[in-house]
């Protein structure tokens, strides 16, 4: 009879600590993301599709068009031009086109960058409904940015 | 004004009432899940989401009112209505304000317990009706949950009626006149067990409504939506209204028997119009903030198991209302001067 009472009091007092808690939830400010008028800045290490890297001073891109990544791509979706310019060492890049559509993301062409020009970015809202819209030219892209 | 003009500008009133209410009663329970939870809740329909319940009205009346193969054609039909109308007619009777009822009468409160008793025969004939296994399932759940419910819930009324003395809502209110601690529920002169009678009674009005955490009529988890299972369209948006137009029943009858009804908790009473307002203002806050807590229970407890439920009646709540009714009888019969 005594274990009946116990339980009773222990079981009441419970269900109104319970209720303290939601109702002290209530108040606290919401901590959701109101995701489609909201954006989360992805974090540093997130491998979204490659982008250039530019130069500190010029702000053109590091690249020197040496094609090593074209050449390291698994999948064949990278296709660098480069060419020689009066004054200039090596070469300048003229066109960097990546096919998304292809690109698995594994992150060769980051690795044999010789020249730190190559990097993820943190995009991730990339949803299309044409496939057009997945090739990206990276030089656009970067003077799109600066 | 002559009275049945008065009589049915009332019940127009009283559908409005039931049906606004069932409508943004549903966008509170969002809101107030949502906030208990830390999001938002609706806020893309309308400035706050305050449009969201018209969309769905409209998305729920635009469906095809579809009858599945092999239901009962009459009582698939007649179940939303059965559980919609007792409720609806359950507002004639409940005073708003002290002149502000449709239909001031001597045995209101039994009224209410009487139509009340037809919710169930509504989920009942709905669930067997759509010749479906989870449905039936949930009918008989809801059937033994509300005979357990309804004992406790009317041992507390015959008690309150014991003190009161008469079924009139109305006069159950001015008999809580002055100031608040002469609400029934801070009555301790009259038994000692009346704040548990309220939650007793509180409790088992959430039962009877098939609220969570006792909605063993719908139990989405494991009964798909047990007796709305097969019903598309209106048939379920009515259903809904019956169940948001019950809690306010409920809370309602609450409000009367222990918290003052339409009294103010300070003895400032005024005349004429502004008296109806006052009467009015207190009555609905009163109202909803009781439905409010409906609201944040549901939010906070997950739904009991089917045997927990009848045990917390049958083990708690049937004993502590009776022992509560021979206890106020024996305060009623040694203070009668009280």
Known sequence: MS???????????SLFIGLGITGK????????LQYPHEYLEMTPRYRGHIELIPDEETGEPKCVACGMCEKGCPSGCISVKGEKRKGVKGKVLTKYILNFTTCSLCGQCVESCKFDALRFSLDYNLASQRKEDFIY?????????? | MPEPFRVILFIIFVMAFAGLNAAYLVWCERKGAGHIQ???GPKEVGPYGLLQPIADGIKLMTKQLFLPKGVDPILFMVAPLMVMVPA??????????????AREINIGLLMIFAFASVNVLGLLLGSWGSANKYAVIAGARCVSQNVAYEIPMLITTITMVMVTNTMNLNEIV?????????????????????????LIFFVCSLAETNRAPFDMAEAESELIAGTYTEYPGMGFGVFFMGEYANIVIGCALTTILFLGGWQSPIPLDFSGFLGVIWGLFWFLLKLYALIFTVIWIRWTYPRTQFYELLNLSWKVLIPFSLFNLILTALQIKIFPWL
């Open chain 2, 38 to 40: 830390r999001r938002i």
């Open chain 2, 174 to 198: 001015r008999l809580q006149d002055g100031w608040f601690w002469h609400w029934y529920v801070f009555r301790l002169d009259i038994s000692l067990l009346m704040p548990v009678a309220f």
């Open chain 1, 137 to 146: 030219d990276l030089i656009k892209r970067l003077k799109e940015k600066s």
């Open chain 1, 25 to 32: 939830y209530f108040f606290e400010p919401v901590v959701t």
């Open chain 2, 88 to 101: 609806i007619m359950s507002f004639c009777v409940i005073p708003f304000s002290e002149i502000f009822v």
């Open chain 1, 3 to 13: 274990g009946y009472f116990k339980e009773l009091i222990s079981g009441t007092k």
